[in-house]
Each structure stands twice: as C-alpha cells, then as structure tokens.
C-alpha cells in the first residue's frame, strides 16, 4: 500500500493514470482505461491517489462502493502553498497553478455557486473551462513537491496537505451518508413551537401572535422582523438602543422586550430550519450538508448552504439513529487550551493538560487558588485578546505560572500587529495585513504557531493602530485556533481508519465534535476508537508531549439527548 499513482478523469467516464516516484515524476507510461471507477477498484496497491480535487472524482467512487484510503488534493495543497508564500486568496485551481508555473495569465477559480437542495453538490462537479491536460497537471504536482521542500518545516507542511486531502475523503463520505433525519420529528417540533401554518406561506400563528404582543407594547404597529423598526419604536419610548442583539435587548426595562426575544428565537428557527428548509435539505431520511474543508482561513469547516453547523438544540431532537443503531456525540475537551500546551511547549501548562480530567479545575489549583471561573477567563483571555480590566490581571497571574505560553501567543500579536505573516503548528499561514480586517469582521477562524514560526511579509504602510491591533488579535487566536483545526482534521483521518471495517459511518463534524452513526453493538468499540483517535492525533501533530486530547463522549439515540 505504499504506491502513489496520480488519477484524472477522461471522456466517457474513463481515466488517465499513472504512477509517481519519490519526486513527483511519472514512473512508468501513462495508462489510458474506459472506466475510472474499474481501474481505482482494480489497483488495491495503491497507497495514495493523487488527483485534481476530491471533489471531482470522490463521489463517482463512493457511489459505486470504492472506498479510497488516501488521496492528495493537488487543488488544496495549491491553497496551502499559497498561503505560506503570503499569497493566500490567489486563484487555487490546477490551471491557475499551471498558468502560473508557465508566466502566463492566470485564470479566476469559479464563482462559489449556492448548493442546491436535495441535488448532487456543484461542488462535485468538474470545473468547466478550468481543466488541465494530464501532463500539466503531473508537472503541477512536481512543482508541488518542490515547494513543499522550500517551506519553513518541509515535513509539517506534507503533514499539513495530507492532513487537509484526508479531511476532504472525510468530507465527501459524510456528505453521501449523510445525518440521519427523522422528518415526522422535525414537523412535529415546528408544530411544538411554531404552531399552525397560515396559507400563503405567511408567519406561523406563534410568531404573529408574538408580533401582536411586541406592538401592543409598543402602542402602535411594529415589526419585529425589522430592525430598523424595532430601534425606532424604541426611540418614541425614549430608549436609545444602537441594535436589536439579544444581549442589548434583554438589558432593557420595556414590556416589549420579553415577546421580542421570544420573537427572535422563534424567527430565527422558521426561517433558517422551518418547513421550507425540511422540504429542500432532507431526502429519504438525511441531511447531507455539503462539508468545506478549510472553508476558513483558520482551517475550520464551513458548509455550502443548509446551515449544518448552526443546528438549534430544539432541532437536534429531530436527527434519529436508525433502528437498532446509535449516535455516538464526542466533543474535545477543552481542546485549544490543550493545544495552546502543546505548541507553546510550556512545562506548567503541559503538566496541566497532561490528564484527561478538566483542565481548568487543575488550573485553578495551579494558579488562582482554586478558583475555575478566574482560571478559565484568564486562559481564553490570554487566547482570544483579552487583556484589559480583570483579564490583564488575569493574565499576569498567567503569565508568571506559565510564561511560555502566555509569550508564545504575546508573540504572535506581536507579529501580527507588525503586519507579518504567522503559521499554524504545521504551516496553515494567516491572510496578510491588508486582508485581516475583512477576515476577522467575516468570523473567519484564526490561529498560528506564533513567536518562533512568525514570518516578514505583508505589512501595509499606514496600516490604521487600531487595525493593527485587531490583526494583533486576530494573529493571536490564529496560532491557537488553527494549529486546533490542524489537530482536528488528523483525528478525522485517523477514526476514519479506524472504523473502516465497521458498518460506523462518520456523519458529522463541526470544530471539536464529531457524530458516528453505528450499529448499537458497535458504539464502545467507537467510542474506544474516537478516544484512541484523539491521542494519536496529538502525538502525530505536535510530537512526544505529555498533553492529552479526551474527549467527553454520549452514546444517544437523539442528538439532543447528548447534551
């Protein structure tokens, strides 16, 4: 299972292969077959499969029960690459790697396109207009190579590409298994919640009947649906509010404001997982989202549509096993500050995370004389940015008890707000400076390895001091956050190796959680191999540290039930 063979499809549904040797180059002639799914099936040697995008090849497999061990996604390793040269957000396809390789004018990737409903994804389509011969793409994967040689940490940065292709075969699988959704339950639920539907596909009878409570407070005829309404009813009261967030609201002394946050809840639920979305998402009892792989500049997932990783608590009542089958619900236990540990190399925090119990309560025992809830505030503060009024008290606590960690991500605000470049554990490198505005204001996760792996490149002259500071915090997280994302995709890889030959089917993940779908008698042997997952993960990433990954794992029949 050591061979490496490089994949494309061709006309008809045929397929152009060949095998690779240790430089990337072609080993042997180019193999011409009529059916691409018969020449993967027929070479069960093949240790790696590298191809144009897992999206263009993975699923014409998966439907006809080919199962691929490992792949290189040349299309996300050129995203990678780009990024640790400080060209993040250049055009990623293979002809735009192709074209840049020859000096010629590089062609735009495809617009992201809007999923459809209960269809094939687009994004397992062929790129039209953006195809590449067979040799350029083969020399694309040279360069590739070579590039890979010329990072900061040759050997992170394989990890990392590995690591990212591994997690779009976890991506793809998930996406034709798909969460599995009991439609009776949902309806039921709307129903609950909403009450009855009105003809005409009007608001449900709850939330008309909210929206007359919310303007009978008010005095005259307001819409709740509308912000700009709401402020304004507010002001003729007399109350100066600058939004309608929840946390404002519900500051406020106004007989509106209780039927308003009812309101909210409710709308939000009708319109983002109400009747319509079950008639456009679910299908012969799945949901199957379409997963992103490093849809952030942090690594974190995203989904193209159908809202997968903002799914109420009130909805999850509705995602079933099957008969006789179980969902096993693992969340990672406080997983960026065990991270933080482990690329921070910090003996303190090391010794802290090197148990599998909660890691705060051993933190506050360490440095703040027991007390979990200052413990916890100050290790997310000195995270996420956090450093004024009690959080800089917090953190210098922090920082004498562990000062290696506390430097570690010191340093790599430092360097973002001197505008430079900094890398994630394995080499995922932020945005430059000009773009880390945008990013952050866009939610994108973010994360490096800070001091020691911050890079020049990317400073903006005249960069605002007050956007250098968001990009400080921005910088901050990103060593964290992403070396996190890092860390996840690794877990994913290997519990997907390690249920392989179980019926278990990986069927969600957002973060630091992951669904497996198995038979009930498979699920201690699940649990077992999402544990055992965690673990290696972490030895795999960061290295021989004592810091561990636990997860907290509920074995349920309902996701709601897990927590």
Not at 8 to 23: H, K, N, T
Not at 92 to 103: F, I, N, P, T, V
Request: hydrophobic fraction near 40%.
């Amino acid at each position: 299972m050591s061979e490496r063979w490089a994949l494309d499809g061709a006309e008809g549904g045929g397929a152009r292969l060949v095998p690779l040797g240790a430089d990337g180059l072609p080993a042997g002639p180019v193999v011409e077959e009529p059916d691409l799914v018969a020449a993967v099936r027929s070479r069960p040697q093949v240790g790696r499969w590298v191809w144009r995008s897992t999206a263009d090849l993975c699923p014409r497999l998966l439907a006809a029960g080919v199962r691929v061990e490992r792949c290189y996604d040349i299309e996300c390793a050129e995203q990678l690459l780009l990024g640790h040269e400080g060209r993040l957000g250049e055009p990623r396809s293979a002809a735009a790697a192709w074209a840049r390789l020859h000096d010629r004018p590089v062609p735009p990737d495809r617009p992201a396109r809007a999923a459809e409903p209960g269809a094939q994804s687009p994004l397992f389509e062929p790129q039209a207009g953006l195809d590449v011969p067979f040799d350029a793409l083969l020399e694309v994967y040279a360069e590739q190579q070579r590039r890979h040689a010329a990072a900061e940490h040759p050997d992170r940065m394989r990890l990392l590409t590995a690591a990212e292709s591994a997690g779009t075969l976890v991506a793809a699988e998930m996406h034709r298994a798909g969460l599995p959704w009991r439609a009776d339950v949902h309806r039921a639920v709307l129903h609950e919640l909403l009450g009855e539907r009105y003809a005409g596909g009007g608001e449900p009878r709850r939330l008309a009947e909210l929206a007359d409570e919310v303007s009978a407070a008010f005095g005259r005829r307001v819409r709740p649906d509308l912000p700009a309404d709401v402020v304004k009813a507010f002001a003729q009261a007399g109350i100066k509010v600058r939004s309608t967030r929840r946390w404002e609201l519900a500051e406020l002394d106004h007989p509106a404001v209780e039927p308003l946050l009812a309101y909210k809840t409710l709308y939000r639920i009708w319109t983002a997982h109400g009747w319509s979305w079950l008639q456009d998402w679910v299908r012969d009892g799945r949901f199957r989202p379409e997963y992103v792989p490093g849809g952030t500049v942090s690594g974190r997932w995203t989904t193209n549509g159908g809202g997968a990783l903002q799914i109420p608590k009130v909805i999850r009542r509705a995602v079933v096993a099957d008969e006789g089958w179980r969902l096993v619900v693992a969340d990672a236990d406080q997983m960026e500050p065990r991270v933080l540990a482990a690329i921070s190399r910090d003996p303190g925090l090391m010794e802290v995370a090197g148990h599998d119990d909660d890691l705060y309560t051993r933190l506050s025992d360490r440095a703040f004389s027991g007390d979990r809830a200052h413990a916890k505030l100050a290790l997310l503060g000195a995270i996420y940015g956090q450093t004024s009024g009690d959080g800089l008290k917090n953190l210098a606590a922090l920082r004498r008890r562990f000062p290696r960690a506390v430097a570690y991500v010191d340093d790599a605000a430092r360097a973002g707000e001197e505008g430079r470049l900094v890398r994630t554990w394995l080499g995922r490198t932020s945005p430059r400076a000009a773009g880390a505005g945008e990013a952050e204001e866009a939610g994108l996760p973010q994360e490096d390895n800070g001091g020691p792996a911050a890079s020049d490149g990317g400073y903006t002259p005249g960069y605002a001091s007050v956007n250098a500071r968001a990009r400080g915090r921005f910088t901050r997280n990103f060593v964290v956050q992403g070396s996190a994302a890092d860390w996840a995709l690794l877990m994913l890889a290997a519990l997907r190796r390690a249920t392989a030959d179980m019926r278990a089917e990986l069927v969600f993940f957002q973060h630091d959680e992951v669904i497996v779908h198995c038979p009930a008698e498979e699920a201690e042997e699940v649990v077992e191999a999402i544990r055992a997952a965690g673990d290696l993960a972490g030895r795999i990433a960061f290295g021989d540290t004592p810091v561990r990954f636990p997860f907290t794992t509920a074995t349920v029949e309902r996701y709601s039930d897990a927590k």
